[in-house]
């Protein structure tokens, strides 16, 4: 088995600054995914990267910068948080296409000031 | 365009009695379904998966799903609930050659006494 783990779980930040999500995942797996959850709103897609050094755009990518410099780990930047707001990022991984099941990590919380 | 809609955002059964959740999509050709279960402060977990063959699918936990082209549905059923099944279900489809799921907005079940 594997897992996945992010980090911050909790992540605090004030109005304007750039913010930094990790994710690293042992599943040795190709493709790793980037979901922003609103409560109602489901899970909508930010950046996904099929291997390293790929990045693609989601529905939600304005906003965000993603980096996947090494095949286990993808991370996710907010240029510039806005204030109120909160939401659940949940990284996700998968082995190669998105005909694969996915698996999650426990998701960062972030909350703007 | 694919699309996925979960029409009911919150259902309320009781302990023991069956248990059916609905999902809708839009795609053209033919599509990989699955359903997702999320427990509070957890991320998402794989119950089902559908890619071609029988229409019922078997998952985890007594889950069922039946997949109807005619209808464009796949919804999820459970014979007998439990009050451990209180959770977020999260439908999702992707596209045979796809590089990414799109997920419903999700229901939220609660199992009452």
């Known amino acids: 088995g594997g897992i996945i783990t992010q980090t911050p779980k909790f992540l605090i930040g004030q109005e304007g600054q750039k913010l930094t999500l990790k994710c690293q995942q042992n599943?040795?797996?190709?493709?790793m995914y980037w979901y922003r959850q609103d409560s109602g709103k489901g899970l909508r897609l930010i950046y996904y990267s099929i291997t390293e050094n790929d990045l693609q755009k989601g529905d939600l990518s304005e906003g965000y910068d993603a980096s996947r410099e090494k095949k286990s780990s993808f991370s996710l930047t907010v240029t510039s948080a806005q204030k109120n707001e909160m939401a659940v990022f949940l990284c996700?991984?998968?082995?190669?296409?998105?005909?694969?099941?996915?698996?999650f990590g426990p998701g960062t919380r972030l909350t703007v000031l | 365009a694919q699309s996925v809609t979960q029409p009911d955002a919150r259902v309320t059964v009781s302990e023991g009695a069956s248990l059916q959740l609905r999902c809708k999509y839009s795609y053209s050709g033919t599509p990989y379904l699955f359903w997702y279960v999320q427990y509070p402060r957890q991320g998402l977990q794989l119950l089902l998966k559908y890619y071609s063959g029988d229409p019922v699918v078997q998952g985890v936990n007594g889950f069922e799903a039946e997949f109807s082209k005619s209808n464009s549905s796949f919804h999820l059923r459970k014979a007998s609930v439990h009050w451990s099944d209180s959770a977020v279900y999260f439908c999702a489809l992707s596209a045979s050659s796809g590089t990414y799921q799109r997920f419903g907005t999700g229901t939220k079940l609660q199992v009452v006494p």
């Open positions: 996700a991984s998968s082995f190669r296409g998105s005909s694969y099941e996915q698996y």
């Open positions: 599943f040795n797996h190709d493709t």
